[in-house]
């Protein structure tokens, strides 16, 4: 996966003009042109639109990029909802990845879904024909999670909420759709989920390993003999403060930070052991050796 993850990066580097910029917008006005065709000839294009393999092999060419701009809905506002936030959502990445990757992740998630289709016609019958993307918007969404956790949008127009909470419920969904379609037998539709999660995966796969082996070491850090030791020492240290009323005590004056507030306390690295000293005793006292 890494191998895959250095490739693309690669790739985007080494071919900077790749790519159609500002993707985002021909895949909004492609699905509103689709959008307002189907009403106009009450659904008689839908079945001219998606993608089956027997079909493109008839020279139904337009089939291999037709089914991309297939509205997954027909309800006007949640047409508009839907393409606002694909729209927002792919000029963030674009802007952040650049338009060689970018172009990249959608791209890959495209061809990804024929080839699952292409199985499913071979596998399943001449049947199988997919309308739309869904999927690929919804990695769309998991990748801007990925980029901006702590982001908030206002849920339902009203209550504010990190990115990374809906992030969670992406991924609950992509299994509840997963389990669905497995328990109906129905293959090709839990392909598609699992082949743009693994999309995703691809183009993370750096930035979460690096995440998780973070998290190890600070946990293996918060666990260490030395930083619980250092934990019950400092409580130590907090408890006699308290019960003594200063914190600070010259070794040779006996004067306190409770005391003289003003008066600066230094510890001295060559006497043996732990030993506090005020500025006037710091550079002219002799040194404990045990």
């Known amino acids: 996966m890494k191998k895959l993850n250095d490739a693309v990066d690669r790739f985007a580097y080494n071919h900077p003009n790749f790519g159609i910029p500002n993707l985002m917008k021909f895949i909004v006005a492609g699905n509103v042109i689709v959008f307002l065709l189907l009403r106009l000839t009450n659904y008689g294009l839908f079945s001219y639109l998606g993608f089956n393999w027997g079909r493109v092999l008839d020279l139904q060419l337009w089939r291999l ?4 701009f297939v509205p997954d809905t027909s309800s006007v506002f949640s047409l508009m909802l839907s393409l606002y936030f694909t729209y927002f959502i792919g000029n963030l990445l674009e802007r952040e990845w650049g338009t060689p990757k970018f172009n990249l992740y959608y791209l890959s998630g495209v061809v990804l879904t024929i080839i699952v289709g292409i199985i499913g016609y071979y596998a399943f019958g001449p049947g199988t024909t997919i309308y739309g993307t869904y999927y690929v918007s919804m990695s769309m969404f998991l990748a801007f999670a990925a980029l901006y956790p702590n982001a908030q949008v ?13 992030a969670i419920l992406d991924v609950v969904l992509f299994a509840v759709d997963i389990l669905a379609a497995l328990l109906r037998f129905d293959i090709v539709s839990a392909l598609l989920p699992i082949i743009a999660l693994l999309n995703f995966l691809v183009f993370f796969w750096s930035d979460m390993t690096e995440a998780f082996g973070y998290q190890r070491q600070r946990a293996r850090h918060q666990n260490s003999h030395k930083t619980i030791q250092f934990k019950t020492a400092a409580r130590q240290q ?13 070794a040779v004056c006996g004067r306190t930070d409770t005391e003289y507030p003003d008066l600066e306390f230094r510890y001295c690295s060559r006497c043996a052991g732990y030993h506090c000293f005020c500025q006037d005793h710091i550079f002219s006292h002799e040194h404990f050796t045990q």
């Open 65 to 68: 990029l037709s089914f991309v």
């Open 154 to 166: 206002l849920l339902f127009f009203i209550i504010p909420l990190k990115v990374k909470w809906l």
């Open 238 to 250: 907090q408890k006699k403060e308290a019960q003594q009323g200063y914190r600070h005590k010259c």
